[in-house]
């Protein structure tokens, strides 16, 4: 069974960082375009980042320059790295697999980020 | 960059069919997907490349895209249907999503 289990959120200050983990089961993560997306509260699904298979990555230009996309193939794990944070970051990021590259099949829970002094 | 319009909010009677619009230049020459959302929950694709359903997805899910709009179909509405829809498209290697739609089964 696929399973996708997003970590690492919590209560940040602006101008701080903050590494965000996506633990994948039932699928090699290194042989998928992964992505996450974030959710803003009461606002819409906003598209962050992708690592593709064969590592190649790519940002939203919100977000470029200061995340970062990788993954960990020996801990079949997702991560984004976040830096300099902005109050307009908080949002629930979620991680996404594409197993073909187009659509979003499996979804994880979602990892609140909270951006505030 | 590559902008995708939804409508805001749609209402439909219970029952009956209810349709949501996702605009775009062009947009028939993309594979749109439509993903449903209910209040603290991830979304989860109900719809992939313009008309196809997953597993698990009912019937009366059906998409279909051409010229400038893509349009998400429900039929026989049910109360279960009430969520937030939103399309999403690839442009450049870069994902982009509709602002959303809510539907109200009524």
């Known amino acids: 069974e696929v399973q996708l289990v997003d970590s690492g959120g919590g209560l940040i200050q602006p101008g701080g960082s903050l590494r965000l983990s996506c633990a994948a089961s039932g699928f090699s993560v290194s042989g998928n375009y992964m992505s996450w997306v974030r959710q803003a509260p009461g606002k819409g699904l906003e598209w962050v980042s992708v690592i593709y298979s064969g590592g190649n990555t790519y940002y939203a230009d919100s977000v470029k320059g200061r995340f970062t996309i990788s993954r960990d193939n020996s801990q079949n794990t997702l991560y984004l790295q976040m830096n300099s944070l902005r109050a307009e970051d908080a949002a629930v990021y979620y991680c996404?697999?594409?197993?073909?590259?187009?659509?979003?099949?499996?979804w994880g829970q979602g990892t609140l980020v909270t951006v505030s002094s | 960059s590559y902008e995708l319009t939804q409508p805001l909010s749609v209402s439909v009677a219970l029952g009956q069919t209810a349709r949501i619009t996702c605009g775009g230049n062009n947009i028939g020459n993309k594979w749109v997907h439509w993903y449903q959302q209910k209040p603290g929950q991830a979304p989860v694709l109900v719809i992939y490349?313009?008309?196809n359903r997953p597993s698990g997805i009912p019937e009366r899910f059906s998409g279909s895209n051409s010229g400038n709009t893509a349009t998400l179909t429900i039929s026989r509405a049910q109360a279960g249907d009430e969520a937030d829809y939103f399309c999403q498209v690839w442009d450049s290697s870069a994902g982009v999503f509709g602002g959303g739609t809510k539907l109200t089964v009524l």
């Open positions: 996404a697999r594409s197993a073909y590259g187009d659509y979003f099949g499996h």
């Open positions: 490349r313009n008309n």
